[in-house]
């Protein structure tokens, strides 16, 4: 199988790249903005739109409230950004939220927050592609006509790229993420300048529309909680935040520095693009509807189902630059594009995450490995399984996906300032030096505003947002607690079993004596093999040991056996319905219930073969053996391999790819060897 997958695997993620070459991958705040900022930076794509379409429920008069919900979802950023300034400074080794909440508020706020965090990547990856097929659907019908297909195949493409690494795929990601950023300044400031400077009247597409409102004067707590549901829409720009403190490890030195700078860095772009797209919508007279075939109307007359409601940022592109432009078209493209790389920051985020959560034994140990380029393989791997169902559940639909976002990223907000505010405690009660202590206790005051802020934004978004599916949220939040709990459980009773004694145990008592069995079928090349094998391991007792399922041919082997003079008892059990497994192991049994303190040592004949497909044919009952004597106490089992020619073959077909060299290797010289390999060639 190895043989089967190695090449394709070669091909698609690149020759595996040794321990030593790590430091390489390490990330330049260039690089790192793209990798862990897409997110956020991205959002502003959809977010402004989210917005206007909670806000048209009561029609376009509530579209006045915009601006003040941007600043109010601007502050919100710049506070979160600014705590998790102090968590990178903090807790430089990549543990972010999770390891914040676990060292401080205990292991339950911990896992809380991992589950959480696990749950908003997952859905980040799905509202993030979802949104990116929406965008680039307009553009090309057969994408929307296939578009949960679409999704998934773009989920596919992703996870290839990752796989490859993070700083190959960091690089990959940086052209169109500024590519992005850039043409919405310049749309932004060209905007500006036609409206502010020129005088120009620019018209979206929509601007002639009306709304018919589905809550028409809403007032007093309506109006408040349409306000909230808005408000809770718009803080989908603050996604994503928290994955600069989770990705600390991989910038370059000094780590936590280069972290502090890029989280402020993505933070003023965030806001800025997000204010100015609210603004252009305003001055374009932008219109949208949460159900635009009968809510939005042209001439007093519903627009239909045919009727395709372009995002926000498109239709303001297109009143600013002109529909079709040279501008219009690369910032259309750019954030199609872009929205796709956005889901690279859960790419990154959830493998780290779960690295961390695997070596405090939460999730299956092979979640802390590294893979062939460095990169944590499995957790990428199960990201992407994980929001492929999502998107297959929910037809790649980004309205419905997004009203289950951002509940989880809230929670691990709020319970990770709470858990800064008592780090801070802490260090306050031994710090005798003023200075180190007018740091502390400003920065214990920005996260205690943070926790405080956020907490508001996690009730409100529970309240108006629970009903329109952020219960699923919370039903995957309490899945992965659950689960995560169970597995550490698991991990902490097989530590406490296996635990060496101090003091001699029964474990260390040599047995009584040693009874070896090998099992026979017939007798060919494997078997004298095993026999000459079991002989060499000076057993107490040996013998061979057939099943009969068929008489004529436990005679032949009989005859057979008695005919060579081999020198081993052979004993045949009987097996009127024509079982193998059973037999052995009630003789097995049997043995030990006869003498406990005994030793059974089985050797079971194995052929090796070559082929993948060679595998179904041979060593079946081996198998099913092995898996029943595996739960059977005071049993060893051996198993005595037999190289068929095939195997051989293969061996040698190994041997010689491992000796290629790619075309132009040899003029290019040999790879050189890392110091530390070449002094332990020389020892």
């Known amino acids: 199988m190895s043989k089967l997958t190695d090449l394709p695997k070669r091909i698609l993620i690149g020759r595996a790249l040794h321990s030593s070459k790590l430091g390489e991958t390490l990330l330049p705040k260039r690089i790192a903005l793209p990798v862990f900022a897409s997110d956020p930076l991205s959002s502003v794509a959809y977010a402004p739109g989210e917005v206007l379409l909670v806000l048209s429920a009561a029609g376009v008069s509530a579209y006045h409230f915009s601006p003040w919900i941007a600043v109010a979802v601007v502050v919100l950023m710049f506070t979160v950004v600014a705590s998790y300034r ?107 300048v036609r409206g502010l400077l020129m005088g120009d009247t620019m018209k979206a597409p929509t601007a002639d529309y009306t709304i018919h409102a589905e809550h028409q004067g809403l007032a007093g707590f309506a109006l408040v909680f349409l306000l909230l549901r808005a408000f809770s829409s718009g803080c989908a720009a603050l996604t994503g935040v928290e994955a600069i403190s989770n990705g600390v490890p991989a910038f370059r030195k000094p780590k936590s520095k280069n972290a502090a700078t890029t989280l402020a860095l993505m933070g003023g772009l ?67 594009l872009v929205l796709f790389l956005a889901a690279n920051t859960a790419y990154n985020g959830f493998p780290l995450l779960g690295s961390i959560l695997a070596q405090d034994r939460y999730l299956p140990r092979q979640l802390h490995t590294r893979g062939d380029r460095l990169a944590f393989s499995n957790g990428i791997v199960l990201l992407a399984g994980a929001a492929a169902v999502l998107t297959y559940i929910y037809g790649a639909d980004s309205t419905k996906l997004i009203q289950l976002y951002i509940v989880g990223v809230f929670v691990s907000f709020t319970l990770s300032q709470t858990g800064m505010v008592r780090h801070w405690n802490r260090h306050l009660r031994t710090e005798t030096d003023p200075a180190k202590r007018r740091h502390m206790v400003r920065s214990r005051a920005i996260n205690t505003f943070g926790a405080f802020l956020t907490g508001l934004v996690l009730v409100v978004v529970l309240l108006t947002k629970f009903t329109h599916g952020a219960w699923v949220a919370l039903l995957g939040m309490v899945i992965f607690y659950a689960t995560m709990t169970a597995i550490r459980k698991h991990y902490d009773r097989v530590a406490e079993e296996i635990a060496a004694d101090e003091g001699p145990g029964d474990e260390t008592v040599r047995p009584s004596r040693v009874h070896s069995i090998v099992l026979v079928s017939k007798i060919h090349k494997p078997t004298l093999r095993a026999l000459a094998y079991a002989k060499l391991m000076r057993s107490d007792t040996l013998e061979a040991l057939s099943i009969s399922v068929d008489t004529a041919e436990t005679k032949l082997l009989r005859d057979e056996w008695q005919r060579r003079g081999l020198d081993v008892p052979l004993k045949i059990l009987d097996s009127p319905y024509r079982e193998i497994t059973r037999p052995v192991i009630d003789y097995v049994k049997s043995l030990r219930k006869e003498s406990p303190r005994d030793v059974v040592s089985i050797y079971i004949p194995e052929y090796v073969v070559g082929h993948w497909y060679e595998h179904l044919l041979h060593n079946q009952s081996a198998l099913r053996l092995k898996g029943r004597l595996l739960f059977t106490p005071g049993v060893m089992v051996t198993s005595v391999p037999w190289q068929l020619d095939s195997s051989e073959a293969a061996k040698l077909r190994a041997r010689k790819r491992a000796e290629w060299n790619a075309p132009g290797s040899v003029r290019r010289g040999p790879v050189s060897q890392p110091k530390k390999e070449k002094a332990s060639t020389k020892k």
């Open 270 to 336: 965030a806001v800025t693009m997000f204010c100015g797209i609210i603004g252009l919508a305003m001055a374009t007279n932008v219109r949208m509807a949460e159900n635009p075939a009968a809510d939005l109307l042209k001439n007093g007359i519903p627009v239909g189902d045919g009727y395709t409601q372009n995002p926000v940022i498109s239709q303001v592109a297109e009143a600013v630059f002109g529909s079709g432009s040279f501008f219009f078209i690369v910032l259309a493209a750019a954030t199609a």
């Open 86 to 192: 102090q968590n990178v400074h903090a807790y430089p080794s990549g543990g972010g939220d999770y390891e914040v909440a676990n060292v401080n508020l205990g292991p339950k706020a911990g896992l809380t927050v991992a589950s959480a965090l696990l749950v908003d990547y997952v859905l980040t990856v799905a509202v993030s592609i979802a949104s990116g097929i929406e965008n680039l659907g307009s553009a090309i019908p057969f994408v929307i006509e296939h578009k949960t297909a679409c999704a998934i195949g773009v989920i596919v493409l992703l996870t290839l790229m990752n796989l490859r690494g993070v700083k190959e795929s960091g690089k990959l990601f940086a052209i169109p993420t500024y590519v992005f950023v850039g043409g919405v300044f310049v749309m932004i400031v060209w905007g500006a």
